[in-house]
């Protein structure tokens, strides 16, 4: 599948915050879109200048920001939406919890991966076992009791060991714990809304998709 293989930091200037698409870099370096406030390409500066958006701009950037957060193509972002539309409860809030219980958030919210990218090729390259069983699928979904763990073999990987060892390394996420020694961990519980930090309007999106 298709992924973006440009400059990502052109993408935080388009939705004019940063997505932190190239982890530690992200803590460490004055970002672009901090420099040049207005969004890529000729027509950047205008578009900074206009005052008002539609509805349908502000909920399509909404869209696209969340989708670029998580690494995820179109199909991918909407057949996650309408598997949360068909579950009980508030949809925006079933889309993010979906969002945040991929394998490949989970290994980037553990900090073993500095970012969902990396986590992903980690995922990919068969180095995380899901309740002794390896899973190389980063759109895995965790349930609660889930034990994750790094292979033997790989947990001396210096991804890993440089990701853990960061000072700017976010604060774990408490539906989660990690025995950092032995590179495994326990999803505790499902998230709930209140413990995904992402300033997020999520109804946005759900109002875009249902037009």
Not at 172 to 201: C, F, G, S, Y
Request: with cysteine; net charge positive; aromatic share 6%.
């Amino acid at each position: 599948m298709a992924r973006h293989t440009g400059p990502v930091c052109k993408l935080c200037r388009r939705e004019g915050q940063k997505l932190f698409l190239k982890g530690q870099k992200c803590y460490t370096e004055k970002c672009p879109v901090e420099r040049r406030a207005y969004p890529p390409g000729q027509h950047g500066p205008a578009q900074a200048r206009r005052r008002k958006q539609s509805d349908y701009a502000m909920q399509l950037r909404e869209k696209q920001k969340v989708k670029r957060m998580y690494g995820l193509q179109e199909t991918q972002f909407r057949n996650l939406f309408e598997r949360a539309a068909r579950e009980s409860g508030v949809t925006g809030e079933n889309l993010l919890i979906g969002l945040e219980t991929r394998l490949d958030n989970v290994i980037f919210r553990l900090g073993l991966a500095s970012s969902r990218n990396q986590a992903r090729q980690l995922v990919r390259h068969r180095h995380v076992q899901v309740n002794g069983r390896l899973v190389d699928v980063p759109s895995y979904q965790v349930k609660a009791g889930d034990d994750i763990t790094v292979r033997a073999k790989s947990k001396e990987l210096a991804v890993i060991e440089s990701s853990l060892g960061a000072r700017t390394r976010p604060r774990l996420v408490e539906w989660l714990t990690l025995d950092e020694k032995n590179r495994v961990a326990r999803v505790v519980r499902v998230p709930t809304r209140d413990d995904i930090p992402m300033d997020v309007q999520e109804q946005l999106i759900v109002e875009l998709y249902s037009k």
